[in-house]
């Protein structure tokens, strides 16, 4: 499918993505924790939890931290466990530009690397990872299939995939409740705080466009990954997708 100036509508779609978070990195943390009223921190936990990094090991264990530009997930890896050495890949460069600078700040060292890439071609070699997590970030790769078949190349076998995204609620009455919220509040916010209420009324509208539970894990299982399960968060307005490479 094409769009009217005839460009791919994949093409148009990252385009919109790369402007909205080229606008909103320099607030994206500050804003994760007005609209969530700090929960993201407490996911972004339980998926660490979740992954489980050994906290020694003579080998170093390799994590692709994929559409981590900030370093939330990186960082939480890093204190979890010493050895683990961790890449935080990311299409957006301003992204990128605001983890380096919280890595330096907190002395991370070469412990953790920031590339700039695509979740839909890694620029690694296969086999290359022993995990590979992404957090609010596949919502937004316009191939999420083919991203899916992309993380499970470049993991090790017996590597694992975890995933943490926006999901469906499943609980009567905060369904309503979460709505009104998302539509009437966090695009005002958005532009109260990082002065673009269009970007964040883009990511409330790409998360109801999100596939629900179980058709996410049957996208995972599609890319080839065995023994895929989820957690729900918060009543399903978070959840957490697990696959393996067996």
Do not use: C
């Not at 690694?124 to 316009?142: E, H, K, S, Y």
């Not at 009437?184 to 209420?197: C, F, H, K, S």
């Not at 599609?222 to 918060?234: I, P």
Request: hydrophobic letters at 40%; zero cysteines; a neutral charge.
């Amino acid at each position: 499918m094409t769009t009217p100036d005839g460009s791919d509508e994949a093409g148009a779609r990252q385009a919109k993505v790369d402007g909205v978070f080229a606008s909103v990195a320099q607030h994206y943390d500050l804003m994760n924790d007005l609209m969530s009223g700090g929960l993201h921190r407490l996911w972004k936990t339980d998926l660490v939890n979740w992954l489980g990094p050994p906290r020694s090991g003579s080998r170093g264990y390799a994590v692709l931290d994929i559409a981590g530009g900030t370093g939330d997930i990186a960082f939480r890896i890093a204190d979890r466990a010493p050895a683990a050495m961790v890449t935080v890949l990311d299409i957006s460069g301003p992204m990128l530009e605001v983890g380096r600078r919280r890595a330096g700040d907190r002395g991370d060292g070469g412990r953790i690397s920031f590339i700039h890439g695509n979740a839909e071609k890694l620029p690694v070699q296969a086999g290359l990872f022993d995990a590979v997590t992404i957090a609010f970030g596949i919502r937004n790769v316009p191939d999420r299939a083919g991203a899916l078949a992309e993380m499970y190349r470049v993991l090790r076998p017996g590597g694992r995939l975890l995933v943490l995204e926006f999901s469906r609620v499943d609980i009567a009455g905060l369904k309503e409740l979460y709505d009104l919220y998302s539509f009437n509040v966090i695009p005002p916010l958005g532009g109260l705080v990082a002065g673009d209420t269009d970007a964040y009324r883009y990511l409330v509208e790409s998360i109801r466009e999100f596939p629900a539970q179980e058709p996410f894990a049957d996208m995972i299982r599609g890319a080839g990954f065995d023994r895929v399960s989820y957690r729900n968060l918060s009543g399903g307005i978070a959840a957490i997708h697990s696959g393996w490479k067996l």
